[in-house]
């Protein structure tokens, strides 16, 4: 290319700008706050599962590539009516399937605030953002015990702080350097133990780092859903016995179906005698720790290698957010530590050593201030209230549970899992008489009573009044209700049960030819 002079190019650059007027930014952001109170003002009204189809939505919504610049309040009332209107009402006290927790206001407000500063967390020079990840990291190890010096850094998920924990785990227990050499120079499989009820984000995991899912070890569960202690011995012995490489077990606090929390000190002995890495993901169980009656069922929890736990779960923030801890700091930024002359604005190597660079600690380079809502909402609601918010949950739980106990079309279909219940709605007639039936006349109402509750489910979507989900627990298609909720009330619970009822027996009319 050819040499541009000075005055050739100066007529190219316009004087363009994208700045705004102060006082139209003021007015854009109270109209934003009113658009936001509106919806947290309604979301209790509102239907819960969006009526539009994704046709609808897209044509709704699709329009050419906008060319011509728009008044931005245009554009947030279009926001309002279009996609406020029709997504789902996470958040609404009836919403109690999967786990989706509903976001403090405060978070949202946070998150403004990170975009508008738009920090990248990784960079030299955000020293107030990296100071507050940080903090809230220890916070994070305080809540639930754990080594003070252990590191951590808050990522999207638990899908994502998994597969950071999981590539430390590979890189450290791995008898040949992983990161230069590859998974191709072992000569023996690396074998993983985890229970039948752990969240497929470990499989995701496993088949990222190059392990593959036949070297997962799948491992028999309790009646309470846990993970069996004595097939893990057993498993790890086979194993050995065979000349492989057991290098890893994850336990969960927490599980994803019936939120049931696998023995954590009992684990921990067993990583011990074996020299394995001790994974525990506590993305949904691990904030039970912040209530002193719940914290003694996580025992164990503070001897593990590493641990994930999930923000946006139980501290009710708005996604993203997770967090990955690793007990050995230098462990986790042997993982991950890249160096490039591009990277570090102070060159001297002891100023080097004091800036903490969250590029070392996991896979993003370029990250979001997602501490900054963690920071707000813990210091607004404190932890005394959060822990009565957790444990407020857990006892709608258990009320959920009585109110099935004392009915006489319900049935729990597993033990309560801190604030995770499932169940099956059962018609009273078929309730009645099921203990006096024989073999194969259970197995029939068992069939009926899966496809029922399939049914209920599915109806569920189309009524939205309430909503939960649903999994299968052996053979049985269940009702899975997870409270993780700060807006549900009992009221909700009951008008929950209430409406599953209705529904139940509408279905169970069709399905049965029922007339009267
Ligand atoms: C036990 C457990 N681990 C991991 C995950 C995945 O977390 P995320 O959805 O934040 O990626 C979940 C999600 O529900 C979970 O329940």
Redesign the pocket.
Known sequence: MEQTDVSSIDRLILDETFEMDMKEIRSLGYHTVDIMVDYLNNIRHRPIFPSKTYQEMIQLISEPLPYDAKDPHEILEDCHQKINANSLQIGHPRLLG??LTSGTPISAFADAIASLLNQNVSVSGCTAATTVELLVINWIKQIIDYDPEAAGILV?????A?LTALTVARNNEADVDISSQGMNQKRNNMIIYVSEEV?F?ILKAVMILGIGTQNIRWLRTDKHHCLDIHDLQTKIKEDLALGKHPFCVVA?A???NTGAIDPLDAIADICQEYNLWFHV?A??GGFAALSKTFKPYLKGIERADSI?L?P??WLFISYEA?CVLVKNKTLLKKTFTMDAPYIHLKKNDSEKDEEVNFSDYGIQLSRQFRALKIWMSLKQYGIQRYQHMIEQNIHLAHYLSALIYESNDFQQAAPIGLSTICFQYFPADLLQDYKKKNESEKEKINEYINKLNQVIIERMHYDKRALLSSTILGEQFVIRACIMNYRTTKQDIKNILDITRELGRTADKKLRNITS
């Open positions: 999967w786990m999207s998920g638990g899908s994502l998994n969240h984000c969960t927490g599980t994803v993901d993305a949904y994930v999930d946006h779960k997770g």
